[in-house]
């Protein structure tokens, strides 16, 4: 009599799979012993899931390696057209709502990618956007939605856009649709995108904060290669460190050179003083390129120099969110 599969069982045989695809994903072929090599796995382990993947076609069979003299080793290869993920993110300016969408393959190559003005955007209107989504690439795997706010177990709380407070977004989405759905804060997509790209340790610790107009600070914070959530992945709302300003008052300093560069120094020291990391980006339009020597010095005021941290700026952060999103769909379906 078959014997039900335990949840560990299972659980440890899906940590398995995940671990084959990855090595096969990251190699033009493998073999079940050079695969079995990469993962640790028994070459009988590997052998098994691949037999598994290559009946969905997520793996591929390729000609056979040339033989010394003995059986030729089979070659696999990953099907990176296997499926597809969609990656949203949503931002406001001026009143209007910026839907910018990318669907890519499974190893993150872009397949379609386009920016949607809309008046407003409320859980309807993104249903309404994945449902045309999921018709036209019928075998989408996984959505990556990034958000200007706070998600705590996949409900939206503090939110730039006050139409999505208080929804469980990535509940209702992976539901209807029965697919891997990931909702992220756009500072922590950012900084996990600008993290990938370029190809930091995992003993790097930086942070990238944005000032938008219109919108209060935020940060995204990376710590020995893990982004900082929290517990209630409050962190990084750096608009609620005691300024001894009103936040109608806060948002007003902003827009102000001279009352914008203590503020933002005053940010900065405290993520120093804490999380001590080794690189700082700044974005937004409230902060220019010419501010930053200032702000450097304003930190220098408090921080010992040893203990400062490579302060730049980047104008354009758009290419990172969507990366940090890309990755993030797709570690989704790794375990």
């Known amino acids: ?23 096969v994903k990251e190699v033009e072929y493998g073999t079940k012993s050079s695969i079995a090599q990469a993962t640790g796995l028994s070459v009988s382990t590997c052998g098994n899931i691949l037999k598994e993947l290559l009946v969905t076609g997520e793996v591929l069979e390729v000609s056979h390696e040339e033989s010394n003299g003995g059986r030729p080793a089979r070659r696999f ?8 993920i969609g990656c949203i993110y949503i931002s406001i300016k001026d009143n209007t709502h910026w839907v910018h969408y990318r669907v ?18 409320t859980y309807e209107v993104i249903d309404n956007f994945i449902e045309n989504l999921t018709k036209k690439y019928t075998n989408i795997l996984a959505i990556g939605i990034g958000i200007p706010g706070v998600v705590h177990e996949g409900v ?6 006050s139409e999505l407070t208080n929804i ?4 209702k989405l992976k539901e209807k649709y029965k697919i891997e759905v990931t909702i992220g804060n756009d500072m922590n997509l950012t900084v996990y995108g600008i993290y990938k790209r370029q190809q930091y340790t995992k003993e790097t610790s930086m942070a990238v904060v944005t000032f ?13 290669g893990h982004i900082l959530k929290g517990s209630t992945k409050f962190a990084g709302e750096v608009s609620f460190l005691p300024f001894n300003l009103t936040r109608d ?56 120099k040893e203990h400062m941290p490579n302060i730049s700026y980047i104008e354009d952060t758009h290419k990172d969110y969507m990366q940090g999103l890309i990755y993030t769909a797709l570690e989704s379906l790794s375990y």
């Open 212 to 224: 938008i107009e219109d919108s209060f600070p935020g940060a995204g914070i990376i710590i020995n």
């Open 168 to 171: 469980n977004l990535g509940e």
């Open 249 to 304: 008052d806060q948002l007003k300093h902003l827009i102000n050179k001279e009352q914008f560069i203590p503020l933002a120094a005053k940010t900065l020291i405290s993520i120093i003083a804490i999380i001590n990391p080794q690189i700082i980006a700044l974005t937004g339009e409230l902060c220019k390129p010419q501010y930053i020597d200032d702000i450097y010095n304003s930190c220098l005021q408090i921080i010992p």
């Open 156 to 161: 939206i709380g503090i939110c730039d856009i």
């Open 104 to 121: 890519t393959n499974l190893i993150g190559e872009k397949i379609e990618e386009e920016v949607i003005i809309s008046d407003h955007i």
């Open 1 to 23: 009599m078959h014997q039900p599969m335990s949840n560990n069982t299972a659980s440890l045989k899906k940590m398995n799979i995940g671990l084959v695809k990855k090595v």
């Open 77 to 84: 290869k990953y099907n990176k057209n296997y499926g597809f």
